[in-house]
């Protein structure tokens, strides 16, 4: 049973970083799978980040291409999502989510494609 924990939210101002973690632990044990970053705004709909599968697809909501990047050390089970050139718009709870699945481009920001989700770890970014 893959379990999922969020780590590294904060304050920053704009124009800082931050790296968030995904201890994501048992989702080596798949053989396929597709890992994502999904926040959720205030008020907002929650809405996919980025995303990065077994077979080394990665992809980027338009919103933060060039500025977010996902990666993966699988030795260790964390998931990691690098942010920077943050902006306000950038604030919400960040989620990791996992699926055993294999799942087309279209369908990584899909959040009823997941199986598991973290508890969320919040980002603030103040002007």
């Known amino acids: 049973q893959v379990q999922l924990v969020e780590s590294g939210g904060g304050s920053v101002q704009s124009g800082g970083s931050l790296r968030l973690s995904c201890a994501a632990s048992?989702?080596?044990?798949?053989?396929?799978?597709?890992l994502a970053w999904f926040r959720q705004a205030q008020g907002k709909e929650r809405e996919g980040v980025a995303a990065?599968?077994?077979?080394?697809?990665?992809e980027y909501a338009p919103s933060v291409k060039g500025r977010f990047t996902v990666s993966e050390d699988k030795a260790k089970e964390l998931v990691y999502l690098q942010m920077d050139s943050l902006i306000p718009e950038d604030t919400a709870m960040y989620f990791c989510?996992?699926?055993?699945?294999?799942?087309?481009?279209?369908?990584?920001?899909?959040?009823?494609?997941?199986?598991?989700w973290g508890q969320g770890t919040q980002v603030t970014v103040s002007p």
């Open positions: 989510a996992f699926t055993p699945d294999i799942l087309y481009r279209f369908e990584f920001f899909m959040t009823h494609k997941y199986d598991v």
């Open positions: 048992g989702y080596t044990s798949s053989r396929r799978y597709a």
């Open positions: 990065l599968d077994s077979y080394e697809e990665i």
